[in-house]
């Protein structure tokens, strides 16, 4: 007799609707979607200024909508972005929300949704669960890929001066989520490299994770890595490569479905501190850590990157070692391809704050309890120390 099968949850957001150019007819699908017309979109200010937004709010204001645009939203956004954007919301009489960027606004539009109709206070909801009561209707439009956070329960705020933090319930689900690929065809070629490794460390991190790992997730895991694996350096290189970009778009929502069932690990404990305090893109910092973690996870880890070598590789008859290093090669290669910067002293880190930022590292234990490996702060600073 097997030990069967473990109890697992899987929760994703109410549907996904993939349609190359549906940002451009939004008005219309949103009009059967929803009853609610008063529409908060948060977005940031190159989105609204490059006019990535203006078919949009066309086809909005043709099906009746009335919108108001919150674009204040900055990369890795602070507490005072998301009260201020809970105050124009409030102001309009909101009664829907649409983020439309990437996880920084996305993201925001998520809390907004709640905030918009709850009365608890920000500070009580850092941490999994404390989100008491609902929200109003929320819908999700990437145009990275990506973070993923269309797909998942979670907001990552900057608190203070450095420091990340993250709130996670069931409410952060979108009820909807739109993946038009057109809309990341104006992605610079070094953010759709960083934004998609983002995208596989996510996939890669859940595969790994050694809590709440199960096997809906590394579906998603693996099928997410099928589809990416190919096609970042082409997004990068290839700018308008249709196929590339609906490739990259579908993979990273996958591989953020993924993660929100089976939670990330190392790579991202060590990266918010890099964002944190050098104010580094989040897809970057991972970029920047990834090689360095999945060497150190290799003794415990290899049979599952074995297994994902299959994946980005093909089959191979040769040993488990030998496709587990295969796999953390591949994943260096792809990153060397790909154009994103390689050493922390790249960018900017300098070496005499690497013990600082492995303490800081030590406070993201919501994550590295995931890690397949512990990580003490010795082994942190040594990880710093290998990717600088
Ligand atoms: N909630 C989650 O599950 C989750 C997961 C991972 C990361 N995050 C968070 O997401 C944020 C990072 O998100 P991100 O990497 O998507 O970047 P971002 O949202 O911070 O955007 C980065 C820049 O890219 C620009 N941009 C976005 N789309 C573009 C396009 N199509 N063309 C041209 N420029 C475009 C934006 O204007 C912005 O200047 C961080 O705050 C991170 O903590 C959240
Ligand atoms: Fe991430």
């Given amino acids: 007799m097997t030990d069967g099968i473990a109890s697992f949850s899987f929760d994703s957001p109410g549907s996904i609707f993939v349609d190359w150019g549906g940002a451009r007819r939004i008005g219309e699908t949103l009009s059967g979607w929803f009853s609610e017309r008063t529409l ?21 204001a043709a099906n009746g909508f009335s ?20 105050g124009q919301g409030k102001a309009a009489g909101a009664d829907l929300v649409l ?39 929320l819908v999700q439009v990437p145009t990275t890929a990506g973070t993923g956070s269309e797909m998942t329960n979670i907001t990552i705020l900057t608190t203070g001066e450095t420091t990340k933090m993250g709130i996670v319930g069931h409410q952060l689900y979108a009820d909807r989520v739109l993946l038009d690929a057109e809309l990341t065809l104006g992605l610079p070629a070094l953010q759709t490299a960083a934004t998609g490794i983002d995208a596989m460390v996510h996939a890669i ?3 790994t994770s050694r809590h709440r790992k199960n096997p809906l997730s590394d579906v998603f895991t693996r099928e997410a890595l099928r589809l990416m694996a190919p096609n970042l350096v082409t997004a990068c290189t290839e700018p308008d490569n249709r196929a590339a970009r609906e490739a990259m778009l579908l993979g990273a929502a996958l591989a953020g479905q993924a993660f ?12 918010y501190p890099l964002g ?6 989040h897809g970057l910092t991972n970029a920047l850590m990834l090689g360095p973690v999945l060497r150190y996870n290799m003794h415990a880890a290899a049979p599952l990157y074995a297994e994902l070598a299959d994946v980005v590789l093909g089959a191979s008859e040769e040993g488990l070692q030998a496709r587990a290093a295969a796999f953390v090669q591949f ?25 600082m930022l492995a303490r800081d590292a030590m406070l993201q234990t919501r994550l590295l309890v995931n ?18």
């Fill in 276 to 281: 944190g305090h050098f104010h580094l893109p």
């Fill in 331 to 355: 994943m260096e290669d792809l990153m060397d391809r790909s154009g994103a910067p390689r050493r922390l002293r790249d960018c900017k880190v300098t070496e005499d704050s690497l013990p």
């Fill in 40 to 60: 908060l979109i948060v977005t940031d200010r190159f989105l609204h200024e490059s006019g990535a937004l203006d078919d949009a709010l066309a086809s909005l």
């Fill in 205 to 207: 991190e859940a595969f």
């Fill in 99 to 137: 983020g439309f960027g990437g996880g920084s606004s996305m993201d925001i539009a998520k809390l907004a949704a709640v905030l918009l109709v709850g009365a608890q206070e920000l500070s009580d909801l850092y941490g999994i669960g404390k989100i008491s009561g609902g929200r109003v209707p």
């Fill in 67 to 86: 919108v108001t645009v919150f674009d204040q939203v900055v990369a890795d956004p602070p507490e005072s972005v998301l009260m201020a954007c809970v």
């Fill in 260 to 271: 929100a069932n089976s939670p990330v690990g190392a790579v991202h404990a060590l990266a």
């Fill in 371 to 388: 890690n397949p490996v512990e990580v003490t702060e010795a082994d942190a600073l040594a990880l710093y120390r290998e990717a600088f």
